[in-house]
């Protein structure tokens, strides 16, 4: 009732969503307070309003209400018919690559467990895990990429990663990062993980007015810039090697070499993988290990 009264922004709103009497909900809330021993909202002209102790309260009672939806999953999931939901947030890589088979295997053994997926990178992907709401993420890490106690990282595999242009770009057949100056590019808008230590290596000069970045974190995005607009990106080479992309990019030969990628599964420490989860992340290692550049990271 408290979650269902902030997502809703009042009594009233909230009351019909759950099919109740406004008087009851405000009865049921006042006894939560009693039992708490403070106030939780304030009701105002626009609306309800947490106090102090309710932004405190707000985002425990999230997981909370999480954890159970995920033990009512992991309880229904272990009949023949399972049903459930996996949240998986992902870098683009895997996209192109392993996930549709594992999906495709996956759906094999549970075909009434449905799957969302979200694209994006490890910046704007780990608030959502961190909150509850996706099981795991695959992102793109380095050595140097430090996660918070309450992430679990659990390395996947190391794939190289190069500069790519559309074919026949003016600067395709640069062979040092010198010669990409006047280059316009389209990075991600990363702030932890690979991308974001890229940086230091492609501008060591920094940023100059001149240059045109732009960032952004979608792969669509990203070709689209590279292919019509002769944007220059940075990926890994087996994106490549998909058979429509391949007649439309090309690898810049620059003598410099870019660190390889490890990508990872990240988890929460507080909220444990449910059965479906772990066989997801089971059946997306059988899957890449298919590709000539796989190499497991040992833990």
Avoid at 58 to 82: I, M, W
Avoid at 105 to 130: A, C, D, M, W, Y
Avoid at 155 to 160: L, S
Wanted: hydrophobic share 40%; net charge positive; glycine share 4%.
């Amino acid at each position: 009732m408290f979650q269902s009264i902030i997502e809703h922004g009042s009594f009233r709103a909230a009351a019909k969503a759950l099919h109740q009497t406004q008087p009851a909900l405000t009865q049921s809330m006042n006894e939560l307070e009693k039992m708490l021993g403070t106030s939780l909202l304030i009701r105002g002209p626009r609306g309800v309003v947490l106090t102090e102790a309710g932004k405190l309260f707000e985002p425990r009672v999230k997981l909370v209400l999480k954890e159970l939806e995920r033990a009512v999953n992991e309880a229904k999931q272990l009949s023949t018919n399972s049903r459930g939901t996996i949240e998986l947030g992902s870098s683009s890589l895997p996209f192109f690559t392993m996930l549709p088979s594992a999906v495709q295997r996956f759906h094999k053994r549970f075909p009434q467990v449905n799957i969302n997926l979200t694209e994006g990178q490890l910046s704007e992907l780990l608030p959502t895990l961190r909150e509850g709401k996706l099981d795991f993420v695959i992102g793109a890490t380095s050595p140097e990429t430090v996660l918070t106690s309450d992430f679990i990282k659990e390395p996947f595999f190391t794939t190289p990663f190069a500069v790519v242009a559309r074919r026949g770009h003016p600067l395709a057949q640069s062979t040092s990062l010198s010669q990409l100056k006047e280059a316009k590019w389209y990075l991600p808008t990363a702030k932890i993980g690979y991308y974001s230590e890229l940086d230091a290596l492609l501008f060591p000069e920094g940023e100059q007015k001149a240059q045109t970045i732009i960032r952004g974190d979608t792969a669509a995005t990203a070709l689209q810039m590279v292919i019509n607009a002769d944007f220059l990106t940075v990926a890994a080479k087996e994106l490549l090697q998909v058979p429509y992309l391949n007649q439309q990019l090309c690898i810049i030969p620059i003598a410099e070499p870019l660190p390889d990628a490890t990508y990872s599964f990240i988890y929460s420490h507080r909220l444990p993988l449910t059965m479906v989860a772990k066989t997801m992340i089971d059946k997306l290692h059988r899957e890449c290990k298919n590709y000539p550049w796989y190499s497991k990271v040992e833990q």
